[in-house]
């Protein structure tokens, strides 16, 4: 076992880790957020998408000890205020982005920083941007629509 | 009513959960001493068992238990058929289903063998490498046009051959009719499908409470009540002993249907043995093996017709896969059969199929369920009609539709829900019309397409219709209940996998009891809530889930009616529910709010009158006499790169009736979703087994599902004709998307390569495909 000092959605942890343990376990099983869903476990489906030091990445593809130091966050910093939705998620509503929303976690996460980056992405951009996420249930459209929405909201807050 | 809500695109009920990742997922659920669980599963298609030795897997530290078929007892036994043999005359049905763990033979690569409990999942995976296990290979049958030569192994060895089930159904007489034919076109067409690949996998958490003798179990089913009622058969409980608990569900599609897997047999049976809750969910690998498919039929069809393009006939024989074990009866090859014909008038049909198992993963339902395989065979038949006889294709397809005074429509042969076939309602013209319309059809044919090849681009349009039968029985129910604050409940028996259950049948309840929608809370998937109903599949939720809903919600309208006209001292149609309260028509000022009334229908003193009931709350149940048939109209034009062999989707229509539509919002995703599956089945993804029964395509990096970049923006027309069989006038839509794509697609992508003279008749393509057939039509292999 190896201990861990891990910043994660602004609260620090100091856990004991066995070395082969997944990132996308720790955060599930250690720390009980349970928002960052696994899909594949191989890297490809992007459904545990988080962010670590800011830059979206996939926790099934890293050990939660590479994350002693780091700060991560995840789909819960957004908000657990059902009343008050963060825009990409009001957007994703509003569009009726996500169906059974087991995807949607990692696609939220891919898109905070998008949308930091690219205020006002063109569709293309936006399809580019979501290849690292598979959604099996929407076929994109509506996810497209919604990051559209989403970057209209963020500009007018 | 003030406001009706059904009709409306209003935005869900249950996604500011999904959105800040606080729905329960079955994966979620975690338990004080939960043990985890892995399967040991064959790694050979077809072999014996000879030995199996635990003793150094027990050995490590962490693992618990471990068990095999041995150990199971009287448990052991082959899974309860889900869908019985319909009764149609003279067929074959072979009945052979999955046990719960492979004992003596193993019958397919990923067939569970041994399951693993221990502290943690890792250790759990650690373990299955420490197990001994002594198989003698046999060869495996795995090719579905000689799994019946003399030659072939058994895969079921007291069976003669491997023939699952032989069916041959008729309408009218085609070999007759057939004689007066001015054309006759026979081809041969492979149409193959892939796995739903749901992005979450399967998953099973079980708990037995030795003190309350009750099993809790959350399940990803779509079917939480036949599990229920199943589970407590096999294991000696009554069914007030099982709960099965259908939280979220990642995704559905068919194969999270009441399959009784070999994981949902031994989980719970582990809980209670040990005593210890036990969670085992699928990794993706598990799931591209253990998850049913749908995969191929071959078929060898016939079509006859007049000079003018009228279709006389058609003669369908075909091969279908089963796979290792057929639990869910003959779903998928009657679907096939029953959705051949389409929108068209046929008088004339012979069609046969013999069911084979295989040394695969077993197959059932995957959204479209069979259709798909009919659908491309008689829309490619009618586009090689078209190009013989000199007629357009769009218009070939319009001489033959059935018209709208033909219905009821008969189609005489027996469907999946076991009677004949019937198309409720339908006025397929108008569809077919603006499919043409959106798509400038014949602006694309004249001017369009000439244009562009002449610019030496290689682009092609399709177009297809077809039926989809929805919304069968037998039936579903729900309890509707205004509670003390004026919200109100709903508790139905049929899962939720994503399609805004929570949403559409809100928006049924608020228009009967005149509250909002918000206000309006679904609960599906628990059995100890709802106790009966099937499950939501063959796209019925909204159907008769839907129409159950609306009987229970005008039953609690009436009680508020009369008990609030009992307490304002009026009658009831003085009366009108709006906003959440019950008020005077003509004066909005004297109301009793629902949730005073509420409590009020709830006395703790005094006395009732004989025969009432507490409480504003109602029970009842809704069952179609037969499904409702939806159609549609899909076309798409395409550009095939010359170099790659890539194909673009430069536009993508869809023209759809489906009845009246609850939420055209929901409506218009389920499309949107069901095309993105038609179009990873036409060109992305193919389940590729090796010649030992390997499936080598086991990682989704192998097996594509589309991306952002891969789906085009669907444009999406509607059409309405109600179905006559359910007071909300509502045909099922959850399918349809999936169901004609793969036609559309070899025909437009045929268009575009016309200079090279392909046929297309299987799917699905792929570049590489695409490339082998234009040198096999140039004659260059």
Known sequence: ?157 | MATRYFGQRIQRNEDPRLLTGQALFVDDVMLPRLAHIAFVRSPHAHALIHRIDTKSALKREGVIAIFTAEDLGDYWQPAPIVVPPPPIQDMTFNKRTQPPLAKGKARFVGEPIAVIVAESRYIAEDAIRDMQIEYELLSPVLDIEHALDANQPLIHDDLPDNLGAHVVQRKGDYDRAAQSADLIIKRRFDYDRGTAAAIENRGIVASWDTRDQRLTIWDTTQAPVPIRNGLAKLLGLGENQVRVIAPFIGGGFGPKVMMFYQEELIVPWVAMHLGRPVKWIEDRAENFVGTSHERGQVHESEIALTADGKIIGVKDTFIHDCGAYIPYGLTLPLNTQCTLLGCYDVQHYTTEFEAVFTNKTLVAPYRGAGRQHGVFVMERLLDIAAKELGIDRAEIRRRNLIPPDAFPYHNEIIYQDFAPLVYDSGNYEPSLDKALEMIDYQDFIENIQPQLKAEGRYVGIGIATYVEGTGIGPYEGARVQVMGNGKVSVVTGIGTQGQGHFTSFAQIVADQLGVEVCDVSITTGDTNLFYWGAGTFASRGAVVAGNAINEAAKDVRQKILKLAAEKLHVTEDELELTQGVVHLKHNPNIFIALGDLATQANPLRGAVKPGTEPGLEATNYFGPERGATANGVHAAIVEVDPDTFDVHILRYVVVHDCGNVINPLILDGQIHGGTAQGIGNAFYEKLVYDDQGHLLSISLLDYLLPNAMNIPHIEIGHEVTPSPLNPLGIKGAGEAGAIPVGPVFAQAVEDALSEFGVEIREIPLSPSRLWELVQQAQGKV
Not at chain 1, 31 to 44: N, P
Not at chain 1, 130 to 157: D, E, F, M, S, W
């Open chain 1, 1 to 157: 076992m190896i201990q861990i000092t891990v910043i994660v959605n602004g609260i620090t942890h100091t856990l004991q880790v066995e070395p082969r343990l997944l990132l996308s376990d720790f955060l599930r099983q250690d720390l009980g957020l349970t928002g960052t869903h696994v899909g594949c476990e191989h890297g490809v489906c992007g459904s545990c998408t988080i962010l670590f030091d800011g830059d979206a990445v996939r926790a099934c593809l890293m050990f939660a000890v590479q994350a002693n130091g780091h700060e991560i966050t995840t789909v819960e910093s957004l908000t657990t205020d059902m009343e008050r939705l963060h825009p990409i998620q009001r957007a994703f509503r509003e569009t009726h982005a996500l169906q059974c929303g087991f995807c949607t976690s990692g696609i939220l996460m891919t898109l905070i920083p998008f949308l930091e980056k690219n205020p006002d992405p063109t569709e293309a951009d936006i399809r580019q941007a979501l290849t690292g996420n598979l959604c099996r249930c929407t076929g994109y459209q509506h996810i497209v629509a919604a990051v559209q929405r989403a970057a209209q909201l963020q500009q007018k807050p």
